[in-house]
């Protein structure tokens, strides 16, 4: 193993999967953003460690539970085409723009200096969830035109009226809440910037690990894991990319999807991924009747035409619908 890979199998952040019920495709709910902390291990072993090690760990409850540890993962083989399909959605997306492209959270604040576009992409950030990139766009935008776009600002500013400026915003009144706390941390443990660390920034209320990896590729430029929201994770599994642990079904939430990914896919893909996967999600394949017939990669994907789809009339006619 050259060191590259060691390194890569050394930095791993795995956080509880605890979510059973959660579908294929559903937008994860607020209300998960809960995790179990244990104790780091420092000694990384070339082993490979069973699943079952972790069981008896006793997990430390805290504000918000975190579980962070360091587990050795072993390389799987990337899938079959996976290059062709790759290379398949980026000649897609070339061809038009998706709302990501113009309202993500990558957009937030690109105007400001570093130390404030990093509040604004937080910020951005924990409003996004549940709530579509333009309704978000716009209440960052709003935000900063009253000045909020600073955490001393916000701290001073009482919760309802936040949440009046960011009403349109999924679960507005508890993301002000949380807007509000996140600010007050910045402030008093990072000297008004934010954290610049998964863990740090994983310890703030409804950040979770989506949002974290997000924040750490754009508003630090350091990647350290895929960020997988409901678009990455529900593509994946179509294109057949993810799989639970030890077995070839589906994965189910979001975080397996995450580790599933990393496990094969080169680390320079990593950043690019989310916005290449969400804008395609948000234009091709969509969540309901993905629009197989006018896709140009459904020659090679495993999915194609066997979810209720919405092919193009002249596909139809040729009997390439589905059937
Ligand atoms: S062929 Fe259909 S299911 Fe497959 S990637 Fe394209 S739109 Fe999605």
Redo the contacts with the bound molecule.
């Keep these: 193993m050259n060191s590259v890979e060691r390194k890569r199998l050394n930095r791993v952040l795995e956080v509880n999967d605890e979510h059973p019920k959660q579908q294929v495709g559903a937008v994860p709910d607020i209300d998960d953003f809960r995790y179990v902390k244990t104790e780091a291990k420092t000694a990384v072993s070339t082993k490979r460690v069973p699943a079952s090690s972790n069981k008896n760990s006793s997990p430390v409850r805290l504000e918000k539970k975190i579980r962070v540890s360091s587990v050795v993962k072993v390389e799987v083989a990337a899938p079959e085409n996976w290059e062709a399909v790759l290379e398949g959605i980026k000649n897609i997306r070339l061809s038009g723009q998706a709302p990501v492209d113009t309202k993500g959270c990558e957009k937030a604040g690109s105007l400001l200096p570093p130390k404030e576009r990093r509040f604004a992409v937080l910020i951005s950030t924990m409003m996004s969830s549940q709530t579509k990139d333009e309704v978000t766009h716009a209440a960052v935008e709003c935000l900063g035109e009253n000045g909020l776009l600073d955490p001393d600002a916000i701290v001073r500013t009482d919760e309802a009226t936040l949440a009046n400026l960011i009403k349109p915003v999924g679960f507005y009144q508890r993301k002000a809440q949380f807007i509000k706390e996140a600010s007050r941390i910045c402030l008093e443990r990072f000297g008004g910037d934010i954290p610049d660390t998964l863990t740090d920034l994983l310890a703030l209320k409804g950040v979770g690990p989506k949002m974290a990896h997000l924040v750490m590729s754009i508003a630090w430029k350091n990647t350290q894991g895929i960020c997988v929201d409901t678009h990455v994770h529900r593509?994946s599994n179509?294109?057949g990319w993810v799989f639970r642990e030890g077995t070839k079904q589906k994965t189910t939430t979001p975080e397996q999807t995450r580790m599933s990914l990393e496990k094969w896919l080169p680390k320079d893909e990593w950043e690019p991924i989310n916005p290449l996967l969400v804008g395609f999600g948000q234009t091709?394949?969509t969540p309901l009747r993905?629009?197989?017939g006018s896709?140009g990669?459904?020659t090679i994907?495993p999915?194609?035409f066997k979810?209720a789809?919405s092919p193009n009339p002249k596909q139809k006619k040729r009997g390439l619908g589905p059937t």
């Design positions: 593509i179509r294109l091709i394949c993905p629009k197989c896709c990669i459904n994907c999915s194609a979810e789809s």
